[in-house]
Structures are given as C-alpha cells and as structure tokens.
C-alpha cells in the first residue's frame, strides 16, 4: 500500500509561488499515476493537477490550468507541483493520492478513501 507524504505548503501574497512535494513510499510507485487534490474551507475536495504513468500526460482542472505545472521524479518517488501567480481562491489544504488506474484518477478525479495529512496553502494580502 502507498503512503505519501505532503510537504511545501505555507502562506504566500496573491501572486506570489510555492513549491509542494508529494513524497511516496512502497511497493509499485511507479507504476502509479499520481495527483494533487485540494480542499477549501467549507467545500467539497476537488482534482488539481495529476501525472499520468502511462505516457507521462499531464492533467489540469480548468482553474490551475497555465498557472501549475506538475513533475514526477521517480529516482526520488516525487511528484512535485509548482503553483505561479496564486489566487486567494487557491487557499485550501493540499492532498496527493495515487491509483494504478490513470482514467479513474486523472480524468474522473476519483480517490482512494484514504488521505495523507496534507499540506496548508494560504493565499492573502
């Protein structure tokens, strides 16, 4: 079973960038695909961003697009997702979760029950 560790969050100015890490541990990591999930306060979790295992494709929701860029390094079991040009309505606590089946996760944003602890994103002037 994977598990996962969320590091990178913190507080930032509208504008401004961070850089999270989704760190994993266990059996069959690479043959994974991998993604980012948020939840704002008082809202439903929702897809961010997710990197695919089979051909490496990216996958964007609508707001983040042109804005995030997602990376994997699995020498390291990393995905990364660098967020530019931050909007308050990026605030929110930051998930990653995996699934060996890229449809399911990176186009139906559907995710494993289980979470790790996240990551705390807080965009404000």
């Known amino acids: 079973q994977l598990k996962f560790v969320e590091t990178g969050g913190g507080f930032v100015q509208p504008g401004g960038s961070l850089n999270l890490s989704c760190t994993g541990s266990g059996f069959g990591w690479i043959w994974h695909s991998v993604a980012w999930f948020r939840q704002a306060p008082g809202k439903e979790r929702e897809g961010v961003s997710c990197?695919?295992?089979?051909?490496?494709?990216?996958y964007y929701a609508d707001s983040v697009k042109g804005r995030f860029i997602i990376s994997r390094d699995n020498t390291k079991n990393t995905v990364t997702l660098q967020m530019n040009n931050l909007k308050p309505s990026d605030t929110g606590v930051y998930y990653c979760?995996?699934?060996?089946?890229?449809?399911?996760?990176?186009?139906?944003?559907?995710?494993?029950?289980?979470w790790g602890q996240g990551t705390q994103v807080t965009v404000s002037s």
């Open positions: 979760a995996a699934d060996a089946a890229e449809g399911r996760l990176c186009l139906q944003w559907q995710a494993p029950a289980s």
């Open positions: 990197f695919g295992s089979i051909d490496n494709q990216t």
